[in-house]
């Protein structure tokens, strides 16, 4: 088994402790920082299958959840890219009642890498804690919303409505994986993205266009 392969393989199986060793080895073999990260996300897929089929339960896959963040811990310095913040503050957080942060935790790191600098609020953040997080950071340009579930799609909606409706000029991205393009445009926002680097891309468009 390849190194890359022992990472996915110890990822699904949720062993943190042995995660970051793994990746590290993977690293050291010369593989991409961006594939190991792909094999990680691969896992995650897998373990949401195995979810959805009933061989595993919420606990397996916060334990993978947990191995995949310190795998995660160990590429971020090395995916860092332009780290002027010059392009203004992204405001990014999870919405209210979804607790999945992997993926909004990637979107950050790509975003921080195109030159903004990050307010993280974290998970199950409500529209008032976006609108205040624009009030109380400076040079705000983007707020960047994820949701992973469809139950949580309307609290996007609410989000996207309550910001635009304090702060116009700023703008939203919204992402996620039950997340449109369709759905995007009719609820208002002013990107979306399907992935972190695009996600990225769509940023620093919207503030340089
Ligand atoms: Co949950 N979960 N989960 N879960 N979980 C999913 C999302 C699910 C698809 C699993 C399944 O059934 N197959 C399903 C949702 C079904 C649906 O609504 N359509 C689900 C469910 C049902 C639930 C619970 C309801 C289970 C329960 O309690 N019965 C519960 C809900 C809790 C809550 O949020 N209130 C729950 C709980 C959890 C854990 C806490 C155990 C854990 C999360 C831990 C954590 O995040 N710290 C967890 C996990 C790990 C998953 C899966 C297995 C993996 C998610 C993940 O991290 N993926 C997931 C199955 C799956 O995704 N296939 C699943 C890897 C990550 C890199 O991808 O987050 O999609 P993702 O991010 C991508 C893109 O979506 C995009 O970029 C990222 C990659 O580049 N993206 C954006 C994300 N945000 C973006 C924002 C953008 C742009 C792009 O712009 C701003």
Redesign the pocket.
């Known amino acids: 088994m390849s190194k890359i392969q022992e990472v996915k393989a110890m990822v699904e199986a949720g062993k943190s402790k042995l995660v970051p060793g793994l990746v590290q080895e993977a690293l050291d073999e010369g593989r991409a920082p961006t594939e190991i990260l792909q094999a990680m996300?691969d896992s995650?897929?897998v373990?949401?299958?195995k979810?959805?089929a009933g061989d595993i339960f919420?606990p397996e896959?916060?334990i993978?959840?947990k191995a995949?963040?310190k795998g995660v811990d160990v590429l971020k310095p090395l995916m860092a890219g332009d780290r002027s913040n010059a392009l203004g503050t992204c405001v990014?957080g999870t919405v209210a009642?979804?607790?999945?942060?992997?993926?909004?935790n990637?979107?950050s790191m790509m975003i921080e890498s195109a030159g903004f600098e990050m307010v993280d609020l974290g998970v199950d953040v409500s529209a008032e804690s976006f609108v205040q997080a624009v009030k109380d950071n400076d040079n705000v340009k983007i707020v960047?919303?994820?949701g992973?579930?469809?139950?949580t799609m309307p609290a996007l909606k609410e989000t996207v409505a309550t910001v635009k409706a304090a702060y116009p000029a700023v703008k939203v991205?919204?992402?996620?994986?039950?997340v449109t393009p369709a759905y995007a445009t009719e609820v208002g926002a002013d990107g979306y993205?399907?992935?972190?680097?695009s996600?990225a891309v769509k940023a620093k468009e919207l503030v340089t266009a």
């Open positions: 996300v995650m897929s373990v949401g299958e979810f959805s919420v896959m916060l993978a959840a995949m963040s990014i009642g979804d607790l999945h942060d992997i993926g909004k990637l979107v960047a919303c994820s992973l579930l469809t139950t991205i919204v992402g996620g994986a039950p993205a399907p992935d972190a680097g996600a």
